[in-house]
């Protein structure tokens, strides 16, 4: 159930305010010199808030249980006991047919054999680079495109792929992108970081931290003032959350009143920290946003029921009320910051990542749902993902066979006004070597 808190003022003088999100810490609990009663603020949608676990009280439990939400002792997100039926009541997924359901399933085995894919070429030093992999996490990105309404709009950073895949780009695109080749999405300029798809709603991966934030918010101030019926999504990592253009972000946001979901991606670890060394943490990251009046709330993202009540929710609610809202969903990266990132064993204990894959695992998670829900039988499971390996292997072999970039296009897509041969393009000088 959520919780609904109302908070004693420091001042006398002032009335408390109401805050919408998980229990408060130890840290932040403090006894009021009187209590005063306040009638409960409006719930978002049903949050489930469990006390939090360290990772080293889980490793002592037999039974594994699952996240909602971050902690600041634990190294990880500590899973707390939620169950799929807890949420597939939600609104936005009791009319979930069969076929959705199945699709959903396909689209995050597609990701994870597409990353896998990418990994290969990338050891063997055929494919150059940055390569950040989403395996673990795409229960996130497949669940964010499902609930888009055809005018949302989405931006992320620089774990891209999941997201692209998820919109609809397809694989031979991205993977030649990988590659660095002309037939990629960003004709082989931007690499891992930098997939783009406007005509998909999908503004890309960004390679600057926090750098799509504000991004994010231009959308969401477009949508608005359009009075186009959507809301802007933007992504973050958790250590993107300490970027001061974040925290202007929010301001702008609570100021204009503009229709955007602030997503934090919590794997746990930013780009090798984990999330007690790097950031001061009150329960949640996302609990920042009451400093400027932003409405947060937190939830797991390993089970794609609750992901999606969840984050639907907040969507709806951006779409409806033109508010910000800033999600907290606990997650997990199976590598580390980057393929190059060196130390991925190191700073986290193996066991913690093998105990993610066994019993945290977003796909498996998903095909165990849908198999007790007879929705789709094992055969039928292999079957997906051996499709979903076939269209990977098909796409690394496109991506090596594809051209390089000419060296004419290294003057191209740089700016608009000369691309599209406008007065300006033709008037104004542009480079430097003209």
């Not at 064993?345 to 993610?356: L, Q, T, V």
Request: charged residues 25%; contains cysteine; aromatic residues 8%.
């Amino acid at each position: 159930m959520a919780r609904t808190l109302s908070l004693p003022s420091k001042s006398k003088k002032t009335a408390p305010k109401k805050v919408v999100g998980p229990a408060a810490s130890k840290v932040a609990a403090k006894k009021p010199a009187k209590p005063v009663k306040k009638a409960p603020a409006k719930v978002v949608s049903k949050i489930v808030v469990k006390k939090p676990v360290t990772t080293k009280a889980l490793a002592k439990k037999s039974v594994a249980v699952r996240a909602t939400q971050p902690t600041a002792t634990a190294k990880a997100a500590a899973p707390s006991k939620v169950t799929s039926s807890d949420f597939s009541k939600s609104p936005f997924n009791a009319s979930l047919k069969p076929a959705q359901k199945v699709g959903f399933l396909r689209e995050m085995l597609r990701i994870r054999r597409f990353e896998q894919q990418a990994l290969k070429y990338y050891n063997q030093g055929i494919m150059g680079g940055f390569l950040h992999l989403y395996n673990g996490q795409e229960s996130v990105a497949a669940g964010t495109a499902s609930l888009m309404n055809g005018h949302d709009e989405i931006i992320t950073a620089y774990r891209d792929h999941g997201h692209a895949l998820a919109v609809g780009m397809g694989m031979n695109e991205c993977m030649a992108e990988l590659f660095g080749k002309g037939t990629g999405c960003s004709k082989g300029k931007g690499g891992s970081m930098h997939f783009f798809a406007p005509d998909k709603h999908y503004w890309g991966g960004h390679g600057i931290v926090a750098g799509q934030t504000p991004l994010g918010l231009g959308l969401a101030f477009a949508i608005k003032y359009k009075k186009i019926n959507g809301c802007a999504v933007a992504f973050l990592g958790d250590g993107a959350v300490n970027q001061g253009v974040f925290s202007e972000c929010l301001n702008m946001a609570a100021l204009w009143d503009l229709p955007i979901v602030y997503v934090i991606e919590n794997n746990g670890y930013s780009m090798g920290t984990s999330l007690e060394r790097s950031s001061a943490v009150n329960g949640s990251l996302a609990k920042r946003a009451e400093g400027f009046c932003v409405e947060w709330a937190t939830c797991g993202g390993f089970d794609l029921y609750e992901l999606r009540a969840n984050l639907g929710a907040a969507m709806e609610r951006a779409r409806k009320e033109s508010k910000p809202m800033v999600l907290e969903v606990s997650t997990y990266r199976y590598y580390g910051h980057s393929v190059a990132d060196a130390n991925a064993k190191k700073y986290r204990a193996p066991e913690e990542i093998e105990r993610y894959k066994v019993d945290y695992d977003p796909i498996t998670l998903w095909q165990n749902q849908l198999l007790k829900e007879k929705v789709v039988t094992q055969a039928q499971i292999e079957k997906i993902d051996a499709e979903a390996k076939a269209e990977a292997a098909a796409a690394a072999e496109f991506g090596i066979a594809s051209p390089w970039p000419t060296e004419e296009s290294i003057f191209e897509d740089i700016y608009h006004e000369v691309d599209h041969k406008t007065e300006a393009g033709q008037t104004g000088r542009f480079f430097f070597s003209e």
